[in-house]
């Protein structure tokens, strides 16, 4: 039988716009103790980027194509697809230095930066009818590097998982979503801030 998730990835390639973005940022804060916390109600728009991405209406759940249940299968075929992308600079795709796309945006350039990938990530998971719950994106600093990345990282049955790809251009073609521990996120990465539809949080 013919995997829905990829029906629902070859789908939105067909539909595709584009958009303005807004810029925005927020500072650093000391390396996060419980990343299973729940999301503080945080209003998105003082994350004016992905404010921008939440009302293009691109992060709809998509029940008429999906079981509602998150599998892992799902993770692993968004991350599959998603290393097929190319590593593409704001600069190159949009002209400026820092623009979060939203999904199609990054289907219409095949590729885009760390933020743009996982927010595709993001996109196609709620496609697959996952909770917003369930999905965080997080900005980070790599500690071996010291350079800013963005990650996905989502929960089933309250277990994380890490979907993450290159900071910069790089073979993605093996990497594939880990169990998110606490002494392997601690020890890869400084956290920063992470957010989803709900909001966003320093903690």
């Not at 289907?107 to 993001?122: F, R």
Request: aromatic share 12%.
């Amino acid at each position: 039988m013919k995997n829905l998730l990829s029906v629902a990835i070859a789908a939105l390639s067909i539909s595709l716009l584009s958009s303005t973005a807004m810029a925005g940022s927020v500072p650093a804060s000391p390396p996060v103790r419980n990343f299973l916390s729940e999301m503080p109600t945080q209003d998105v728009k003082f994350l004016p980027k992905w404010a921008r991405v939440v009302e293009s209406g691109e992060l709809e759940t998509g029940i008429d194509l999906f079981l509602p249940t998150p599998k892992f299968s799902d993770l692993e075929n968004v991350q599959k697809a998603a290393n097929k992308f190319k590593y593409k600079s704001d600069q190159e795709n949009y002209g400026i230095k820092d623009y979060w796309a939203s999904p199609r945006e990054t289907q219409i350039n095949y590729g885009g930066d760390c933020e743009d990938i996982a927010i595709w990530k993001y996109g196609m998971l709620k496609r697959a009818a996952w909770k917003k719950q369930d999905l965080t994106m997080w900005i980070v600093k790599v500690k071996e590097t010291g350079m800013q990345h963005a990650i996905l990282i989502a929960k089933i049955d309250n277990k994380p998982w890490l979907l993450n790809s290159p900071a910069f251009d790089g073979d993605a073609s093996s990497v594939m979503p880990i169990e998110a521990t606490s002494e392997y996120m601690n020890a890869t990465f400084e956290f920063m801030y992470r957010f989803n539809e709900i909001g966003w949080s320093t903690k």
